[in-house]
């Protein structure tokens, strides 16, 4: 038998006190005696809910945090990684979902940071552009290295953050969610990368929640569960609901719940609204109690759409309209105290406040009504983030604990709680279960329904077309920053149906 690339045996990690020890007296643990293993050539998925213990089995596994207990093999040779240099000098590369990659500085540059070629003692810029530039056409990538790496699209950025990974002649690649904010394309282009990687003999552990793409790339799969090891699997053995189970312990009756009635009063109307002077006229409709989907490819402007309703950005052309009163110029400040909320796609950038704790971030957005004459009141502050932890089912310590600390379920329950507290009567939602496990995906879409049956009208955005399929009354799919078809939801309307829409497939009558 194949000795594994990395073999990790009964692995612990402690819950650490203020005085920065491990707590060993405690039955509570991040990880618990949990065993994994990479054979080369081999894409070994890693899945659980969130706070499973994925992130933090994988950190050891990079080198950014030591281990307590159990051992670490590479190569079949016991090894205590010191940190993430040593695991890179190991043959270890961690691609995490948010990219570290330096913005300001070309590609070659980020490619070789800190190690750039040097010639008699200066750095020689030819060279390191060279060697970048043959490592980006082993992955079939004809980027310029002199690009500054702003100006590259996500999927761009990946190649190079892969490419900076085979410059340290890594044998293992741990990637952390990396079609997060792909298109369709860019997902099959790191699918390719991966198989080359793959037939090199290269292991590539790969974290997901999308069970599509487990199934399209994935040669095992372990599930963790509460900081344990639940089971290993071949991909051949696969079952959704089995491996939901292993993930919560338990199966999952209704991902898609839709028990809101749809009211004839329009909430919100855009008319003829432009994105920009070349993009054609968006018509679009969400009524009381209506759940409105918005599909469509990265890059077709949805997120572009929702941002104009919330006045963030000027309109090209047209007009919308909430509860009948034109909006135009108000800004996002009126809009939200008219009751129009927006739950960013980036709950970390746009969505939270990570320092603060969760009873700061679920009232920063309400705080005139848990205030006592112009004062915020701790009382009332700490009475209305209590009614949303329970409502929401926030999984947290008390609502003192810091915010980034949570799993990223728990964060997006914070920011929906923190919209919901400006008691909306329009809530746009830009991709609000992105990076978040089944079981979590199950209660948000729950709340989904919860909220639209309160009376809410409802403008989501998703690019999981089953969520898309199983939550909207309907669907408005948008293509080149219009919306090239409206469809009913219902047992005829597939994911083929909008995705040749959000193409323009030409066989496809529009």
Not at 189 to 206: C, K, N, P, S
Not at 241 to 259: E, F, L, N, Q, S
Request: proline share 5%; net charge neutral.
């Amino acid at each position: 038998m194949t000795e594994p690339l990395v073999a990790m045996r009964a692995i612990t990690k402690y819950i650490y006190g203020a005085d920065g020890r491990p707590i060993r007296n405690t039955d509570v643990k991040i990880l618990d005696q949990v065993d994994f293993d990479l054979a080369p050539g081999e894409v070994h998925v890693l899945v659980g809910e969130n706070g499973a213990g994925k992130s933090t089995l994988m950190k050891i596994l990079g080198g950014i945090i030591p281990h307590d207990g159990g051992e670490l093999r590479i190569g079949g040779q016991p090894l205590e990684l010191r940190d993430a240099r040593h695991a890179r000098e190991k043959g270890i590369a961690f691609i995490h979902q948010e990219l570290n990659l330096c913005t300001n500085l070309d590609v070659g540059h980020n490619m070789f940071l800190g190690r750039e070629p040097r010639r008699r003692g200066l750095k020689d810029a030819g060279a390191m552009y060279e060697k970048s530039s043959a490592l980006l056409r082993a992955l079939s990538c004809d980027l310029d290295p002199r690009t500054p790496v702003a100006r590259l699209s996500t999927a761009q950025q990946q190649v190079v953050e892969i490419a900076k990974a085979m410059s340290f002649e890594s044998r293992v690649v741990i990637m952390d969610e990396p079609t997060a904010s792909l298109t369709k394309r860019e997902i099959d282009v790191l699918f390719e990368l991966i198989g080359r990687m793959r037939a090199d003999g290269m292991g590539i552990v790969y974290i997901s929640h999308r069970f599509e793409e487990i199934l399209a790339i994935g040669d095992r799969l372990s599930v963790l569960r509460d900081g344990r090891g639940v089971g290993t699997l071949p991909i051949a053995e696969f079952e959704a609901g089995k491996v939901i189970r292993m993930m919560a312990g338990h199966a999952v009756d209704v991902m898609y719940p839709r028990t809101h009635q749809v009211q004839a009063e329009p909430v919100l109307e855009v008319l003829g609204l432009k994105l920009t002077p070349r993009t054609p006229p968006i018509d679009l409709t969400v009524h009381r109690g209506e759940v409105v989907g918005l599909g469509g490819l990265v890059g077709s402007g949805r997120t572009e759409l929702a941002k104009s309703i919330f006045g963030v950005r000027p309109l090209a052309a047209g007009e919308v309209r909430y509860l009948g009163r034109k909006t135009t110029g108000w800004g996002p400040g009126r809009l939200i105290k008219a009751g129009l909320a927006y739950l960013s796609e980036d709950r970390k950038l746009e969505g939270l406040v990570p320092a603060m704790s969760i009873r700061e971030n679920l009232t920063l957005a309400s705080l005139g009504k848990v205030s006592w004459l112009g004062l915020l009141s701790r009382a009332r502050e700490q009475k209305a983030a209590a009614g949303f932890i329970a409502q929401l089912a926030i999984v947290a310590r008390s609502a003192e604990q810091q915010v980034a600390t949570l799993s990223g379920g728990n964060q997006q329950k914070c920011v929906l709680g923190k919209w919901l507290s400006t008691l909306p009567r329009l809530l746009i939602l830009d991709e609000p279960t992105r990076g978040i496990d089944v079981a979590a995906k199950a209660q948000i879409h729950k709340l989904i329904d919860e909220i639209a049956g309160s009376g809410v009208a409802i403008l989501m955005i998703s690019s999981e077309l089953p969520e898309l399929l199983g939550i909207s009354d309907r669907i408005y799919v948008m293509r080149q920053g219009g919306v090239a078809a409206e469809l009913a939801a219902g047992p005829d309307l597939t994911q083929e149906k909008v995705v040749a829409f959000a193409c323009l497939d030409p066989g496809l009558p529009a």
